[in-house]
């Protein structure tokens, strides 16, 4: 199961507000998460509350705001097999297969 594990702040971007701007995760698949932002505007760190569970695809991370401009957020997965955590009927499984060394 791929949940969200964590989101890198690859450019802090500047003119955030910390009071009115929000994190948009899309596809969220029930992932949610919060902007830490300091006193000049720039992203600190986004904090992901939920991992929400099932993505078979990279979801897209942006900050709605009126005010920031410039961040690059990256989304770090992780991935859980079927019986390690509690998720929805219906979730999407996918097959990981981690090969060490050359494979002809």
């Known amino acids: 199961i791929v949940c969200l ?6 450019n802090t971007g500047f003119g955030f ?8 995760i899309e596809p ?5 998460a919060e902007i830490d932002v300091s006193v000049n505007g720039q992203i600190n760190s986004i904090k992901v509350t939920d991992c929400g ?15 920031g401009y410039n961040a690059i957020l990256l989304p770090i997965m992780k991935f859980h097999r079927p019986g390690e955590i509690d998720v929805p ?7 990981v297969v981690d090969c060490v060394g050359n494979v002809v």
């Open 53 to 67: 569970s099932g993505f078979t695809a990279l979801p897209e991370i942006s900050i709605n705001t009126e005010t």
């Open 17 to 24: 507000d910390p009071c009115k701007d929000t994190v948009k």
């Open 89 to 95: 009927k219906g979730t999407s499984v996918i097959q």
């Open 28 to 32: 969220a698949n029930g992932a949610k």
């Open 5 to 10: 594990d964590e989101i890198f702040v690859e």
